[in-house]
DNA sequence: GGGAATCTCCCGC
DNA sequence: TTCCAGCGGGAGATTCCC
């Protein structure tokens, strides 16, 4: 969506919507482009995503004015200073250039989609993508002619293609043939690295010296090989290091192999007028922000205004950057990384149905807890991450005093993480473990270490056991992480822990395979926290159907949930009605009525300040009101920060990736 | 101030 | 007709506690 620098011609504004789709891959020479584009825009334009990506395009392009802003501001001594910082760094990387290793990186071609063709051969010759409606994984070189390719949703690649064949994905196949690659592989670099089922980086230093062959030959007889265990097609790049490998893998595809000698005037020459975009870690965002900010947009460039970077960038971002310049990369076999974290997420129609919110929580704490069992892990950071109806993405972890597995715990949760963020409307839910026990035998290891999260999830730091603290940590209280209310009033009816507790808490948990008892036992506790209410006022409740039921519990159950929904003195007679002030809000609107039990509580609030003794304990509504403010304020801070400031780049990404492609 | 936890962002396949 | 995934990795910023 980058109403960008190019967007001049608003008769055509297709031509500024760039997405992941739009731009060249291999065997899309020749695709109309701005065809493409047209299309894609007006599929997209006035959808949830289209606003989305909208936000996102503003935040990106703050993001580039601030550093603009930086980038202005840079005095004659500064630049100077930078500079020779700038200068030095480079001297240091060049002394590690190492040119005595041979690095090939292979990518079949169209993996998926080409297994797919093997195992039905009257696919061949068809325009194909494997996938679905809402998104495909790959396309064949057929379809990539219409403009079709991954991470395309499949809606819009049916407009761009309508004789497109959809085959859905079986990861299983992929598997399979993916093992049968590497077992080749395995013949030319045994501590070759998987960048993934159709990728890897292989040393065959070694094996060119003792076979006498060139990197050229030992690729070409490589790729024959692959041909004749797999019937698949593999392209190939050959280089000094693994960076550059990639970037050569990508020049011949389909079914092709570049060479770049090992020699420093061939790689600089390649780098010269290599655009950044090529380069594996450069995105979208960075690739923006270099262009906008300091107007490189090819690898040379880098070094040519290396000052500026070391300027606005953070050291390791700046070094990444230089590196690129100088056409260095990943030279020595890293060590076998242990996995970091594990993790499951499944997207849906968006809902607000908080039965069918937690019954995706359950799947997916099933299917966490059977992964992770598999591999004979135990985490301690449970991760929810939340998108909403309009793509919105939210994280929420927490990290427990012990190392867990079971569908129980990571359940328990699991749920609630997600009872604080109700209500909600979402179209996706996941769950991610991290913090592994590093012993990796499963056994729970006991950190005593002092937590927040220690305090917040036990009430106290004394890392007392879990199942001690069941009823406590069910308690909605906890959901204000306060650890002092274990029941919370409502108009002087106290609603206790156990009233309230987790419907998916351990004792009791429904059956993960059962949407009904989830339902059932979800509507169970609607109807056990509603009792409470009803021993306050019969007359607003007229024992209807179930759809009532929730509408009219959702008010305390909210307060269950969400500090912001204190409305104890706001009731709604005949459900519509204000008990208070008489004013009508039907129940579907929500935000409205919302608003106006606030300012019943904003007002009950007043009148308990001017008539409170001085010395009498604060309200315990104004506790809870002030949780909840301050935890908005951090949310807002953080938006604030991680939106405003484009001094520091992301540099994990350099790094990651540079991890993996050096 | 340091360390831990939390959250967001970026990237690639 | 359908209407933008799932997974993994990690840096940086912020907040909080000690």
Redesign the pocket.
């Given at each position: 969506m980058a109403k960008s620098e190019s967007s001049g011609d608003t008769s055509r504004p297709w031509q500024s919507y760039h997405?992941?789709?739009t731009n060249a891959k291999a065997g899309m020479e020749g695709v109309d482009k701005e065809k493409v584009q047209k299309i894609?825009?007006e599929?997209?334009?006035g959808?949830?995503?289209?606003e989305n990506?909208e936000r996102?395009e503003a935040?990106?392009k703050q993001?580039i004015e601030n550093m603009r802003a930086q980038f202005a501001k840079l005095t004659a001594a500064e630049i100077s200073h930078y500079q020779k910082v700038a200068d030095k760094r480079i001297l240091e990387l060049e002394a590690t250039r190492d040119l005595t290793r041979i690095w090939l990186h292979v990518?079949m071609d169209a993996?998926y989609a080409a297994v797919e063709t093997l195992s039905n051969p009257l696919l061949k010759g068809k325009p194909m993508a494997v996938?679905?409606?809402?998104?495909i994984?790959t396309a064949n070189y057929e379809a990539r002619r219409f403009g079709v390719r991954?991470?395309?949703?499949?809606?819009?690649a049916?407009?761009l293609c309508p004789e497109l064949i959809f085959v859905p994905t079986d990861f299983k196949k992929y598997t399979y043939y993916s093992d049968l690659t590497r077992k080749v592989f395995q013949k030319y670099d045994p501590n070759f690295i998987a960048?993934?089922?159709?990728?890897a980086y292989l040393d065959i230093t070694t094996a060119c010296l003792e076979r006498g062959m060139t990197g050229g030959e030992i690729g070409e007889e490589l790729r024959k090989s692959v041909y004749e265990e797999t019937g698949l097609t593999c392209s190939a790049g050959l280089a000094p290091n693994r960076l550059l490998a990639?970037v050569c893998s990508?020049i011949n595809k389909p079914n092709g192999q570049f060479v770049l000698p090992n020699d420093r005037t061939a790689v600089m020459t390649f780098i010269s007028s290599l655009p950044i975009?090529k380069?594996?870690?450069?995105?979208?965002?960075?690739?923006?922000?270099l262009r906008d900010v300091i107007g490189i947009t090819t690898c040379e460039e880098m070094l040519q205004k290396s000052g500026f970077l070391c300027a606005l960038?953070?050291?390791?971002?700046a070094d990444f950057f230089l590196c690129v310049g100088l056409g260095l990369g990943g030279t020595n076999t890293p060590q076998v990384?242990?996995?970091?974290?594990?993790?499951?997420?499944?997207?849906?129609?968006?809902t607000d149905d908080e039965a069918f919110l937690f019954q995706k929580l359950v799947d997916?704490a099933e299917?966490l807890s059977t992964?992770m069992k598999k591999e004979s892990l135990c985490g301690?950071?449970?991760?929810?991450?939340?998108?909403t109806a309009s793509?919105?993405?939210?994280?929420?972890?927490?990290?427990?005093q012990n190392y867990i597995c079971s569908n129980e715990d990571i359940l328990k949760n699991a749920s609630k993480?997600l009872k604080a963020e109700l209500p909600i409307s979402l179209?996706?839910i996941?769950l991610?473990m991290?913090?592994f026990n590093e012993d990796k035998d499963g056994n729970p290891s006991d950190?005593t270490?002092?937590?927040?999260?220690?305090?917040?999830?036990f009430g106290d730091?004394t890392g007392r056991n879990m199942d001690d603290q069941t009823s406590f940590c069910s308690d909605f209280s906890d959901d204000h992480f306060t650890t002092e209310r274990r029941t919370v009033s409502v108009d002087n009816h106290e609603i206790h822990q156990n009233d309230l507790r987790d419907p998916l808490e351990s004792n009791g948990i429904p059956s993960a395979n059962n949407s009904n008892d989830v339902l059932r036992y979800y509507e169970n506790e609607l109807e056990k926290n509603h009792g409470s209410l009803d021993n306050k006022s019969e007359a607003e409740f007229d024992g209807s159907s179930l759809d009532n039921l929730k509408k009219r519990t959702n008010l305390l159950d909210s307060e269950a949930v969400s500090s912001s929904n204190q409305n104890e003195q706001c009731f709604w007679v005949d459900d519509y009605k204000c008990l208070l002030c008489g004013v009508e809000l039907p129940p579907t609107f929500v935000e409205e009525r919302q608003e106006h039990a606030d300012f019943h509580l904003a007002e009950k609030l007043q009148k308990e300040e001017s008539d409170s003794n001085p010395r009498s304990p604060i309200p315990k509504q104004r506790i809870i009101q002030k949780d909840h403010m301050?935890?908005q304020?951090?949310?807002?801070?953080?938006?604030?920060?991680?939106?405003?400031?484009g001094?520091?780049?992301?540099?994990?990404?350099?790094?990651?990736?540079s991890?993996?492609?050096f």
């Amino acid at each position: 969506m980058a109403k960008s620098e190019s967007s001049g011609d608003t008769s055509r504004p297709w031509q500024s919507y760039h997405t992941a789709y739009t731009n060249a891959k291999a065997g899309m020479e020749g695709v109309d482009k701005e065809k493409v584009q047209k299309i894609v825009y007006e599929m997209s334009k006035g959808s949830k995503y289209f606003e989305n990506e909208e936000r996102k395009e503003a935040f990106i392009k703050q993001k580039i004015e601030n550093m603009r802003a930086q980038f202005a501001k840079l005095t004659a001594a500064e630049i100077s200073h930078y500079q020779k910082v700038a200068d030095k760094r480079i001297l240091e990387l060049e002394a590690t250039r190492d040119l005595t290793r041979i690095w090939l990186h292979v990518d079949m071609d169209a993996f998926y989609a080409a297994v797919e063709t093997l195992s039905n051969p009257l696919l061949k010759g068809k325009p194909m993508a494997v996938g679905g409606m809402s998104m495909i994984s790959t396309a064949n070189y057929e379809a990539r002619r219409f403009g079709v390719r991954a991470a395309m949703p499949g809606f819009i690649a049916r407009r761009l293609c309508p004789e497109l064949i959809f085959v859905p994905t079986d990861f299983k196949k992929y598997t399979y043939y993916s093992d049968l690659t590497r077992k080749v592989f395995q013949k030319y670099d045994p501590n070759f690295i998987a960048a993934s089922l159709d990728e890897a980086y292989l040393d065959i230093t070694t094996a060119c010296l003792e076979r006498g062959m060139t990197g050229g030959e030992i690729g070409e007889e490589l790729r024959k090989s692959v041909y004749e265990e797999t019937g698949l097609t593999c392209s190939a790049g050959l280089a000094p290091n693994r960076l550059l490998a990639k970037v050569c893998s990508d020049i011949n595809k389909p079914n092709g192999q570049f060479v770049l000698p090992n020699d420093r005037t061939a790689v600089m020459t390649f780098i010269s007028s290599l655009p950044i975009r090529k380069i594996g870690g450069i995105g979208k965002v960075t690739e923006h922000l270099l262009r906008d900010v300091i107007g490189i947009t090819t690898c040379e460039e880098m070094l040519q205004k290396s000052g500026f970077l070391c300027a606005l960038f953070s050291r390791s971002s700046a070094d990444f950057f230089l590196c690129v310049g100088l056409g260095l990369g990943g030279t020595n076999t890293p060590q076998v990384k242990l996995r970091k974290s594990i993790s499951n997420e499944r997207t849906f129609p968006a809902t607000d149905d908080e039965a069918f919110l937690f019954q995706k929580l359950v799947d997916l704490a099933e299917m966490l807890s059977t992964d992770m069992k598999k591999e004979s892990l135990c985490g301690r950071t449970l991760t929810l991450k939340l998108k909403t109806a309009s793509f919105e993405v939210r994280t929420r972890a927490v990290t427990l005093q012990n190392y867990i597995c079971s569908n129980e715990d990571i359940l328990k949760n699991a749920s609630k993480l997600l009872k604080a963020e109700l209500p909600i409307s979402l179209r996706l839910i996941g769950l991610r473990m991290s913090q592994f026990n590093e012993d990796k035998d499963g056994n729970p290891s006991d950190p005593t270490q002092k937590t927040l999260s220690n305090f917040i999830i036990f009430g106290d730091a004394t890392g007392r056991n879990m199942d001690d603290q069941t009823s406590f940590c069910s308690d909605f209280s906890d959901d204000h992480f306060t650890t002092e209310r274990r029941t919370v009033s409502v108009d002087n009816h106290e609603i206790h822990q156990n009233d309230l507790r987790d419907p998916l808490e351990s004792n009791g948990i429904p059956s993960a395979n059962n949407s009904n008892d989830v339902l059932r036992y979800y509507e169970n506790e609607l109807e056990k926290n509603h009792g409470s209410l009803d021993n306050k006022s019969e007359a607003e409740f007229d024992g209807s159907s179930l759809d009532n039921l929730k509408k009219r519990t959702n008010l305390l159950d909210s307060e269950a949930v969400s500090s912001s929904n204190q409305n104890e003195q706001c009731f709604w007679v005949d459900d519509y009605k204000c008990l208070l002030c008489g004013v009508e809000l039907p129940p579907t609107f929500v935000e409205e009525r919302q608003e106006h039990a606030d300012f019943h509580l904003a007002e009950k609030l007043q009148k308990e300040e001017s008539d409170s003794n001085p010395r009498s304990p604060i309200p315990k509504q104004r506790i809870i009101q002030k949780d909840h403010m301050k935890s908005q304020t951090r949310h807002k801070k953080k938006h604030k920060s991680s939106h405003g400031d484009g001094k520091h780049l992301p540099i994990d990404t350099f790094f990651v990736k540079s991890n993996q492609n050096f």
